[in-house]
């Protein structure tokens, strides 16, 4: 059974840029033909999706956020990480990881991220 863990700071401050790791356990990210994808959701409002890279290393980012997002992986530890730049305080927000094929089939539990000075 797959199994994700985020890891990164809680605190962030505006216009730095937020780093979060993903950790896979129990499958590799190189398998067809799982995309690992990045959401979020702000306190008090919906799921936001960031982007994924694919098991082939290819990446796709929401539009809205393409031009502050990056999302990179290393196959060696089977992790694959955001990044996501000039951050405001809109960007606080729990931050998952997840993984997806048909469907979305796995998360991690989450991690709080908030932008503050």
């Known amino acids: 059974q797959v199994q994700l863990q985020e890891s990164g700071p809680g605190l962030v401050k505006p216009s730095q840029t937020l780093s979060l790791t993903c950790t896979v356990s129990g499958g590799s990210i190189t398998t067809n033909y799982y995309y690992w994808s990045w959401i979020r959701q702000p306190p008090g409002k919906g799921l936001e999706w960031i982007g994924y890279?694919?098991?082939?290393?290819?990446?796709y980012y929401s539009p809205s956020l393409k031009s502050r997002t990056s999302i990179s992986r290393d196959t060696s530890k089977n992790q694959f990480t955001l990044q996501l730049s000039s951050v405001t305080p809109e960007d606080t927000a729990v931050y998952y990881c997840?993984?997806?094929?048909?469907?979305?089939?796995?998360w991690g539990q989450g991690t709080l991220v908030t932008v503050s000075s």
């Open positions: 997840a993984r997806i094929e048909n469907a979305l089939d796995a």
């Open positions: 890279i694919a098991y082939s290393g290819s990446t």
